[in-house]
C-alpha cells in the first residue's frame, strides 16, 4: 500500500532508558497524549485485539499507532484500513523498542493532535519487558492456546505491565487452558494487574477492556 | 520434584561465537552426539512436541534433554518424567542461549552416553535465531494459532532452521491458518527447509517428524 510510512528506527543513544523515558512522558503529559506500550507473544491476536480498540474508541479519541516489527508492513496495512493515523518501524533486527526508538516513532508520527499513540511492540515475552518506552500504561496479550503457565516461565512481562488482556477466549473448548490458574499465577506476580479475557475474533469482552483504556486516557489527558 | 538439576548458566565469555559454536560440534562429532536446538514462540507447543519425539525415539536412542526457561523448571518436570536426563537451565533474564551457555549446559548434562541432545531454547522467535548454539540441527516449531505470517515477521529464524514443525493441526478448523500460504512464505525465506505438520497433542504427523530426525542422527553418529 502506498500510504504506509515504514520508518527505520535506530538503536537509542540513549545511556540512561529510564531518564529518556520519564522525559517521553512528560512531554506526552503536556501534549494531552497517552501513550500505550502493547506487549505479547508473536501470533497472540495483538493487532486484531487493536483493531477492536479503535472501532470501539475511535469516535471518542483521536488515535495514532505505530506498528514495529523486525520485517514486512503488513499490519501497519491493516491498521490504516480504520483511517488511524498509522506508521510502521522498522526495528532492523532488534527485539525490542526502548524509549529512544519510540521517540523516534513519536516524532515520525506526530502526537500533538492525538490523544491515544498506541505503540505495538516486537512479538516477545522477554525483551520488550526489560526497557520502560515512555508508555503512560503497559498491556500485554497472552492468548488462550499459550497455555495457562505463561506467568511461571516469563516472571518480568506480567510484573511491568498494568493489564493483562486474555485473548481467544472463543477457542477454549479446545484448549487445556486453565482460567482461575493463570489468573492465580498472573496475580502472584503483579496483585494489582487489571485481568481482561477477551476475544478479538468475535468482539467478547471489548467493552470492559475498552472501558478501562478510556478511563486511563481520560484521567491523564485532563 | 527432587531430581530436576536446575543450573544457572552465565552469559558467555567467549568473544566469538562462531568459533565456539564450532568447537562444540567438533566435540559432539567426536563424541558421537547429535544436538537438536529447538526453537519457537512461548506457547507453541516445544514440551509436548518433546514428549512424543522421547517416546517415539527412546528405544532406539539415548536422549537428554536441556530445558532453558528464564524461571521455574516445569518443563524439565515434565521431560524427567519420560525417563530421560532432563535438567533445567536457568539464563537468569537471558532471552537466548549461546554457544558458551549451551556449552554449560552440555557438560552439565554429560553427552558422551548420548546420541541425541536437545535444547529446548527460550521462547522467543528473535534473539536465539542470531546465536549459533553448536547445535547439529536447528528446527523451529511455529503452531497453527500464531497465524501462517510469521515467516513475513520473523525472517531470520525461518533461514536459520533445517526444519519446521507446524504443531496444533488439530486446531486448523478453529483458525483461520492458510497452510498453503506458511509454507509458500517459509519456502521463500529458506527453499530447503523440511516442513512436518504435526499435531503433539493427537500424534498426527509425528511419524514423519522422528523418521526425519533419526535419519539426521544417524548419518551425524555413524
Chains 1, 2 share one sequence.
Not at 514495529?68 to 493515523?85: C, H, L, P, R
Not at 487452558?177 to 469482552?205: C, W
Request: net charge negative.
Amino acid at each position: 500500500m502506498d500510504n504506509i510510512r515504514i520508518i527505520e528506527i535506530k538503536e537509542s543513544i540513549f545511556a540512561d532508558n529510564d531518564k529518556e523515558a520519564e522525559r517521553i512522558r512528560e512531554r506526552l503529559k503536556k501534549e494531552r497524549t497517552f501513550l500505550l506500550n502493547v506487549m505479547s507473544s508473536p501470533g497472540s491476536g495483538k493487532t486484531c485485539t487493536l483493531l477492536r480498540t479503535i472501532d470501539a474508541l475511535k469516535e471518542d479519541l483521536r488515535i495514532g499507532v505505530m506498528e514495529a516489527d523486525i520485517d514486512s508492513s503488513v499490519d501497519a496495512e491493516t491498521i490504516a484500513e480504520t483511517g488511524v493515523k498509522s506508521i510502521q518501524l522498522h526495528t532492523g533486527g532488534m527485539c525490542h523498542l526502548d524509549a529512544g526508538m519510540t521517540e523516534q516513532g513519536l516524532n515520525e508520527l506526530g502526537t500533538e493532535d492525538l490523544d491515544l499513540a498506541i505503540l505495538e511492540n516486537v512479538g516477545n515475552l522477554v525483551c520488550p519487558a526489560e526497557f520502560d518506552t515512555g508508555a503512560v500504561k503497559n498491556v500485554m496479550i497472552l492468548s488462550v492456546p499459550e497455555g495457562h503457565d505463561k506467568p511461571l516461565k516469563y516472571p518480568l512481562i506480567f510484573t511491568v505491565c498494568n493489564a493483562l488482556i486474555i485473548n481467544k477466549i472463543d477457542v477454549l473448548p479446545y484448549f487445556d487452558f486453565d482460567m482461575e490458574k493463570v489468573i492465580e499465577y498472573a496475580h502472584m506476580r503483579n496483585p494489582k494487574l487489571e485481568i481482561f479475557p477477551i476475544s478479538a475474533k468475535t468482539g467478547e469482552g471489548i467493552e470492559a477492556w475498552t472501558t478501562w483504556l478510556k478511563e486511563q486516557v481520560d484521567t491523564w489527558n485532563k
